[in-house]
């Protein structure tokens, strides 16, 4: 009997467990919301002990850092504080544009002993630095859509993998070595053993990635291409246009059409106020046989209205229950094409099953509603 390519891939995935590096799924989860998914830590408790366990170094590449007195960033903060006061060293990368947004928490860490602060400027690419990663020790690694912010930890529903991982640690410090000089200096490739569809690091744009370092859009079109069953994606923001075109950049969308045309169940989760900027896109995709779209509302907090909260910003894909991603990159071309942003492959069915039970409890919650 012909085995089905999921079971082939769970079967061929446990006769190599052993040798597989240490991956967790981290939620960030709206206060007041049901969404948050039993066995899976949250964001703030995983930083924390991620920084509060360096040893040697701490390499930190943000879109940007907001604190608020008395809110969930401020211990992680002071963690990275006292981490440089033992020695650990400490180099936090932001971007440019957004620093002057926020420029008070990241010059604040600036002035503290052996921490380091530089701003980086994609306008060059035509876009910003909206990765977010960190890199502890060179191998213990987290890479999400976790903004460095106090709303990020508190009232945004986010997704971020932690890998300790000496590989996965050393790909994303080629990024962040590259990205710290800014192409001025060489960087060393990591001649490190690779095990080819585990655990990649991708990255975006591929002209901005060091020599190795795979394409992100490339592996999510193979990811969708390759999909025999079903694709769950969860994004804050779905768009084929343009910013400043009448043009439209097709190329993901014209992807979950095909996979859809072959058969392949596809749902797509989007916050609601993407329907201000891609409604027709994304009615256009609702009415596709086998496509499912839900955008999704997080009410209010019961303190008071919060800017730029309270909402979805995950960035994640399964196909088929086995293989998934996990990144920064909103789905457009700009975020693709222009922005550095980090993500990451992983082909494990305990990764992609915990994905899912996160997908599932925001696709079934009373805050999603079918699009049509």
């Known amino acids: 009997m ?40 949250q ?12 040893k040697s170094k701490i390499d ?17 903060l002071s963690a990275i504080r006292e981490a440089a006061s033992r020695g650990v060293k400490v180099r936090f990368l ?75 640690g050393a790909d994303l410090e080629m990024i962040f070595e590259k990205d710290w000089a800014m192409g001025s200096l060489f960087v060393e490739e990591s001649n490190l053993l690779r095990m080819p569809g585990v ?7 591929t002209k901005a990635n060091p020599s190795g370092i795979s394409d992100t859009l490339s592996e999510v079109l193979k990811l969708i291409g390759e999909a025999k069953e079903v694709l769950k994606l969860q994004v804050m923001e779905y768009s084929t246009h343009i910013y400043g075109s009448i043009e439209r950049w097709k190329i993901l969308d014209d992807a979950l059409r095909a996979a859809a045309a072959k058969g392949v169940r596809v749902q797509l989760l989007v916050d609601v106020s993407d329907l201000k ?17 839900k955008t999704v509302t997080i009410p209010q907090w019961s303190g008071g209205a919060i800017p730029f909260a309270r909402l979805i910003h995950s960035k994640y894909l399964v196909a088929d229950h086995v293989s998934s991603w996990v990144g920064s990159e909103n789905w457009s071309q700009g ?14 069915p305990e ?6 039970q996160v997908f599932d409890t925001v696709w079934l919650s009373e805050y999603s509603l079918k699009l049509q």
């Open 2 to 41: 012909k085995l089905s390519q999921t079971v082939f891939a769970v079967l061929l995935y446990h006769s190599f467990a052993w040798a597989l590096p240490s991956i967790e799924v981290v939620q960030s989860v709206p206060m007041e919301t049901k969404l948050l998914v039993p066995g899976i830590r």
């Open 351 to 356: 990764i992609s099953a915990q994905l899912e």
């Open 277 to 293: 900027k891609a409604k027709d896109d994304l009615l256009g995709l609702a009415q596709v046989k086998n496509i499912e779209v």
């Open 60 to 76: 930190l590449e943000q879109f940007y850092v907001s604190d608020e007195a008395g809110q969930a960033l401020a211990p992680v």
């Open 199 to 205: 655990t990649t690091v991708v990255a975006s744009p």
């Open 94 to 168: 932001v971007d440019t544009k957004f620093f002057a947004t926020y420029p008070d928490p990241i010059s604040q860490l600036g002035h503290v002993s052996g921490i380091q602060v530089k701003k980086v400027d994609f306008a060059s690419y035509g876009g910003v630095q909206h990765a977010k990663y960190f890199i502890v020790d060179g191998r213990n690694a987290f890479v999400g859509s976790q903004n460095f912010d106090w709303r990020a930890l508190s009232h945004i529903h986010e997704i971020g993998l932690r890998v300790d991982d000496l590989l996965v």
């Open 43 to 54: 964001t703030q408790e995983v930083w924390l002990e991620m920084i509060q366990g360096a």
């Open 335 to 348: 975020y693709f094409m222009n922005t550095r942003n980090v993500g990451l492959l992983v082909s494990r």
